[in-house]
């Protein structure tokens, strides 16, 4: 058996059709077909139960895509680095990035020009969308990594967790006092909040904390997208809940008011999200570094003002 052969499983598998697979290889159907077939009889096992339409994994099929797919990965990132990518001031090729609008709104500007001056034959294509947005793209293959909370369901997918960030509360009017001074949500008065939709994963936290109490907001809005929630907040005497990120370069802005919750706590976890049979190549791991870079940034300034509100 060869990794030729162990490419080809895995196709035949994903596609779960030996014409599919074929077509994803550029070979012949037939070629593919008995490539399969010298696995099975090398080790006298049936990988597929072959069916009027496609094929179907039996367990020893399911169990060998486990094994196989750690190893296409590895021979991937092997590949990488022989490719001649040593010189990271060489680097080249296209990154597709999925990112949640707190973070491009917070911090991306910090990243973006500095790491395209210093690779300037590397592409970058940046979308941005709600978490359950970019976990599709991810598995689609729409994007090669995203950043978002933590998928419900895991699937082939690698998670790191990245970042904790702090959620904080926003407005352009003194709802609580001066700037920085935590507050309770629960025991605001006349509290009007900008809220998230429901069906994302952000606005089902922040609802169920109303639904139990735990914020007591007099009116609420629903604005499905960062841009409007934050220009509303801005302007007027509603409050907007965001991750720290999102405000980190406004602490000092004049007409803005930011106050991290003391209660109730709000969790706002930033992960690393790839498929594992397509892992960020050398360029994609040098900007990721340049994220984490930046985010470690964003806690200095965090420690910043806590340390200038307790002085």
């Known amino acids: 058996m060869d990794f030729k ?3 080809y499983f895995i196709w035949v598998y994903e596609e779960g059709s030996f014409s599919k697979a074929a077509a994803k290889a550029n070979v012949v159907q037939s070629a593919l077909s008995m490539q399969i077939r010298r696995i099975e009889d090398e080790f006298g096992v049936l990988l597929f139960n072959r069916l009027p339409r496609g094929v179907e994994p039996t367990e020893v099929g399911r169990k060998f895509y486990e094994r196989c797919v750690p190893i296409a990965r590895n021979f991937a990132l092997a590949q990488e680095e022989l490719s001649g990518a040593s010189d990271l001031e060489a680097l080249s090729g296209v990154i597709r990035v999925g990112l949640p609008g707190s973070f491009n709104r917070g911090v991306l500007r910090s990243i973006l020009l500095p790491f395209m001056e210093r690779h300037p034959d590397v592409q970058l294509e940046i979308s941005e969308a709600y978490t359950g947005t970019l976990i599709d793209w991810v598995r689609e293959g729409n994007v090669d990594f995203a950043l978002g909370v933590r998928p419900s369901e895991e699937g082939g997918l690698i998670q790191r967790l990245i970042y904790q960030d702090r959620v904080v509360l926003m407005s352009g009017a003194p709802l609580n006092g001066p700037s920085f001074r935590p507050c309770e949500l629960g025991g605001m008065e006349n509290l009007k909040l900008i809220v998230p939709a429901q069906n994302q994963s ?11 109490g735990l914020i007591k907001p007099t009116r609420t809005i629903e604005i499905n997208g960062a841009i409007g929630a934050f220009e509303l907040a801005i302007s007027s005497d509603w409050g907007v809940l965001a991750p720290f990120i999102s405000l980190c370069r406004e602490t000092s802005r004049s007409g ?6 003391a209660s ?9 999200v790839y498929d594992k049979r397509r892992p960020p190549n050398i360029a994609a791991r040098q900007f990721i570094a340049a994220i984490e870079a930046e985010l470690r940034v964003v806690d200095s300034i965090w420690r910043e003002i806590g340390a200038l509100k307790s002085g």
Do not use: M, T
């Not at 952000?202 to 139990?212: A, T």
């Not at 803005?256 to 919750?261: A, E, K, L, N, S």
């Not at 109730?264 to 690393?272: E, G, K, Q, R, S």
């Open 5 to 7: 052969q162990i490419s």
């Open 202 to 212: 952000f606005g089902s936290l922040v609802q169920s904390y109303i639904d139990k």
């Open 256 to 261: 803005i008011y930011i106050y991290p919750i």
């Open 264 to 272: 109730p706590a709000i969790p706002f976890d930033l992960y690393l």
